[in-house]
């Protein structure tokens, strides 16, 4: 059974940073993928950010020069630094174990709880 519990969020100004963390449990962590998705109220969760196994890393468009993931497979922990933020970036943030086919990430159904970000102007 794998569990996941994120946190580091919190309320911030705009141009602000914050760094999540997810911590898993569980033997397979370095193995797998690991993604960071958001979802604001009345939106669609997406996709924020990945690392493979390897520490290669994807992001979507919005935080390209702004967010960093990274893992700690010693640790069993996954990072979301978070700088420059936005209101826009305002959401619940949650971290999920997945893995890689043909360069597409794929969630297994392993959430934690989230852990809200709230970014004021």
């Known amino acids: 059974q794998v569990q996941l519990v994120e946190s580091g969020g919190g309320l911030v100004q705009a141009g602000g940073s914050l760094r999540l963390s997810c911590a898993a449990s569980?033997?397979?962590?370095?193995?797998?993928?690991i993604g960071w998705y958001r979802q604001a109220p009345g939106k669609q969760r997406e996709l924020v950010a990945t690392?493979?196994?390897?520490?290669?890393?994807n992001y979507i468009d919005s935080v390209k020069g702004r967010f960093t993931i990274s893992r700690d497979n010693a640790k069993n922990t996954v990072y979301l630094q978070m700088n420059n933020l936005k209101p826009e970036d305002t959401a619940g943030y949650y971290c999920?174990?997945?893995?890689?086919?043909?360069?597409?990430?794929?969630?297994?159904?392993?959430w934690g709880q989230g852990t809200q970000v709230t970014v004021s102007s």
């Open positions: 999920n174990l997945g893995y890689f086919t043909s360069g597409r990430y794929i969630a297994y159904n392993y």
């Open positions: 569980g033997s397979t962590f370095s193995l797998n993928g």
């Open positions: 690392i493979d196994s390897r520490g290669r890393t």
